[in-house]
């Protein structure tokens, strides 16, 4: 059957709730997905009284030459559709590895600072129902938690700003023939097929999968559930982390080791992590290495305080002790110099000097 182009009763849902924004910026690369979304956004804009300024935002990473020439077609595209456009720049070195997941860091650092500038209280981007399916199989390739095979939301937080992705429930095809219908060209992006990437290889596997039922809509079903889930968890989290919290002061946080025991294990290791993350000063905790110090912990917490407790984890010290469970800031690590300094003052001593 061939794909529909998205009408124009169709649209108007896609962009519900933003009438008000003073400004949205929308992420437009020129591929398919992103111009379609300028399509889509100049024409729901047409039909409102009070119209939000739409600005159209362009990153070059230099990391292809044909990048320029694409970004300024962009910006001839967004004139004829009467959307403010600025190209901006990556600048600077680029990482050796992981350059993928560098760009989109580059990327949404870059889109927070235009829409800021701008007066946007709004990020738009072009995440399609395929994006959201193909996330899900790449984290399921990963070992994510729920929350991670929630994959995308509609609506996230994005550095006091919000985060909008209007396509997430509409596939690709539809957004190919409503660029088509609209007789505009876009361009394709050769690192989408690059087999050194994991989501070009992923991206293979899909058709494959949807032969045997697991389709992209399937997957984004599967996702939307979870996050469902996920959030009734989250709450059930807070609710404990009231209850059972002892003294939180000083950088501390205190819990009944007795109660903390009794937990469902997935609202204990959430609010284990959570203590710990709030606490601890090395980044995000890594769920593998948050499940592994739970499970050393299991012990200590079933024998009513007879074992002691103590371990290090992302910058927070966590111990069982007496009947409590303690997170608290980690003691700073001495480094190589200074442990060897202090080996060489003690043989000092030792011989007299």
Avoid at 3 to 24: M, N, Q, R, Y
Avoid at 84 to 105: D, E, N, Y
Avoid at 248 to 275: C, N, S, Y
């Amino acid at each position: 059957m061939t794909p529909k182009p998205i009408s124009i009763v169709e649209t108007k849902p896609l962009f519900d709730g933003l009438e008000s924004a003073p400004a949205l910026l929308l992420a437009v690369s020129g591929g398919p997905d992103s111009t379609a979304l300028m399509i889509l956004a100049s024409r729901w804009v047409k039909g409102l009284k009070k119209k939000p300024k739409l600005v159209a935002v362009t990153v070059d990473h230099g990391l292809r030459k044909e990048a320029k020439a694409e970004a300024a077609a962009v910006g001839k595209l967004a004139a004829k559709l009467r959307v403010t456009h600025r190209i901006l720049r990556w600048s600077g070195k680029k990482p050796a590895t992981g350059i993928q997941q560098g760009a989109r860091q580059a990327r949404y650092r870059l889109l927070v600072d235009a829409a800021k500038q701008a007066g946007a209280t709004h990020i738009l981007t072009a995440h399609t129902l395929d994006d959201q399916a193909e996330t899900v199989v790449i984290r399921m390739a990963r070992g994510s938690g729920l929350t991670g095979l929630g994959a995308m939301a509609r609506r996230s937080r994005l550095e006091g700003l919000v985060l909008v992705r209007p396509l997430l429930e509409i596939p690709k095809v539809r957004l190919i023939a409503t660029v088509r219908a609209a007789k505009l060209s876009f361009v394709e992006d050769p690192s989408n097929s690059d087999p050194k990437f994991t989501r070009a290889r992923l991206r293979r596997l899909m058709p494959e999968l949807a032969r045997e039922g697991l389709d992209a809509r399937r997957l984004a079903i599967l996702a939307r559930r979870l996050r469902r889930a996920d959030t009734a968890i989250e709450m059930e989290t807070t609710r404990a982390g009231v209850e059972l919290t002892g003294r939180v002061a000083l950088g501390t946080v205190a819990i009944d080791a007795q109660k903390f025991a009794k937990l469902p294990a997935e609202i204990a290791l959430r609010l284990l992590g959570r203590a710990i993350s709030g606490l601890g000063d090395e980044g995000p905790v890594e769920l593998g290495k948050l499940e592994a110090l739970f499970a050393a912990a299991s012990p200590a917490l079933q024998d009513n305080g007879k074992t002691r407790f103590r371990r290090s984890l992302a910058g927070a010290l966590v111990t069982i002790d007496k009947g409590q469970l303690t997170v608290e800031k980690a003691p700073a690590r001495r480094s190589p110099e200074a442990l060897t300094t202090r080996g060489r003052g003690k043989a000092a001593n030792r011989k007299g000097l």
